[in-house]
């Protein structure tokens, strides 16, 4: 079977939405074929029984890792797998709801070929527009926003901008990065930079994805025309306080400082 593209899921201890965004995406309609590979970096064997189910399926891969491989690893152990012209980076709680979100994703890229990153419009359950699209980070507002200087008028307001809280998120737009929650990345492009870059344990790929592909001469494409679902929460959630006893968000922060390090003198302009 040729396929058009490859859908990848990366599940830590989200089974069951797993198998529900797999469901809802067997049920879109395509004029192509697509795989789906489930990665499960859970470690439980609760979790991993739940997955199984989806083998059911012909198109469907389940990989259980035997250890947390982290984000960027996890995905590129598979790259030997992925078919097609498209790779699609989908998180486990993200729901397909109108039919043809992926045909239409799928069609547009291959319309603008200079787009190498596409991400759509991502709904909360509260039904407002999920934060997806951002400017290229600066660590001391990441710092500031979950700190006392975050209320200074003159911080508060560059995170607000940083955030793109003043986004239009109806627009089809060109955007610094994307949110890898949902998006489509082209085969050429993953190839040329292999992946998701394996400094960056949990955070911070799916910026220097972007930045890679801004410097390869591609486009990162914000598409609100399609839109998907998902539960809304965010791993690195929490202020000042969190970052003591959370060891996600410490994450965060180590793979923030990996990033500004390694383009304290890079800019992208486009």
């Given at each position: 079977?040729?396929?058009?593209?490859?859908?990848?899921?990366?599940?830590?201890?989200?089974?069951?939405?797993t198998?529900?965004?797999?469901?809802s995406?067997?049920?879109?309609?395509?004029?192509?074929?697509?795989?789906?590979?489930?990665?499960?970096?859970?470690?439980?064997?609760?979790?991993a029984e739940?997955?199984?189910?989806l083998?059911?399926?012909?198109n469907?891969?389940?990989?259980?890792?035997?250890?947390?491989?982290?984000?960027?690893?996890?995905?590129?152990?598979?790259?030997?797998?992925?078919?097609?012209?498209?790779?699609?980076?989908?998180?486990?709680?993200?729901?397909?709801?109108?039919?043809?979100?992926?045909?239409?994703?799928?069609?547009?890229?291959?319309?603008?070929?200079?787009?190498?990153i596409?991400?759509?419009?991502?709904?909360?359950?509260?039904?407002?527009?999920?934060?997806?699209?951002?400017?290229?980070?600066k660590?001391?507002?990441?710092?500031?926003?979950?700190?006392?200087?975050?209320n200074?008028?003159?911080?508060?307001?560059?995170?607000?901008?940083?955030?793109?809280?003043?986004?239009?998120?109806?627009?089809i737009q060109?955007?610094?990065?994307?949110?890898?929650?949902?998006?489509?990345?082209?085969?050429?492009?993953?190839?040329?930079?292999?992946?998701?870059?394996e400094?960056?344990?949990?955070?911070?790929a799916?910026?220097?994805?972007?930045?890679?592909?801004?410097?390869?001469?591609?486009?990162?494409?914000y598409f609100?025309?399609?839109?998907?679902?998902?539960?809304?929460?965010?791993?690195s959630?929490?202020?000042?306080?969190?970052?003591?006893?959370?060891?996600?968000?410490?994450q965060?922060?180590?793979?923030?400082?990996?990033?500004?390090?390694?383009?304290?003198?890079?800019?992208?302009?486009?």
């Amino acid at each position: 079977m040729n396929f058009k593209a490859t859908i990848i899921i990366l599940d830590y201890m989200k089974a069951l939405q797993t198998v529900a965004n797999v469901d809802s995406l067997l049920a879109q309609k395509t004029d192509f074929n697509f795989k789906i590979i489930i990665i499960d970096n859970s470690c439980d064997k609760k979790n991993a029984e739940i997955l199984s189910q989806l083998k059911k399926f012909n198109n469907v891969n389940v990989k259980i890792n035997s250890e947390n491989l982290g984000y960027s690893k996890a995905y590129n152990n598979v790259k030997g797998e992925i078919e097609g012209e498209y790779v699609l980076i989908v998180n486990p709680d993200i729901l397909w709801k109108e039919k043809k979100s992926l045909a239409r994703m799928i069609n547009y890229m291959d319309k603008n070929r200079d787009i190498g990153i596409l991400g759509p419009k991502q709904i909360n359950p509260d039904g407002r527009a999920s934060l997806t699209a951002r400017f290229f980070p600066k660590f001391y507002l990441q710092v500031a926003r979950r700190t006392f200087l975050g209320n200074l008028p003159i911080l508060n307001k560059k995170i607000e901008c940083g955030r793109m809280f003043c986004f239009d998120y109806d627009k089809i737009q060109d955007v610094d990065w994307l949110q890898s929650s949902c998006v489509v990345v082209q085969k050429k492009l993953w190839d040329k930079i292999r992946g998701f870059c394996e400094d960056y344990f949990l955070f911070m790929a799916d910026t220097e994805i972007c930045f890679q592909a801004w410097k390869s001469n591609y486009r990162v494409v914000y598409f609100p025309e399609v839109k998907v679902f998902a539960d809304g929460k965010r791993l690195s959630a929490g202020g000042f306080k969190k970052f003591f006893k959370s060891w996600v968000l410490r994450q965060h922060v180590k793979d923030s400082l990996k990033y500004r390090a390694k383009h304290f003198f890079n800019k992208i302009r486009y």
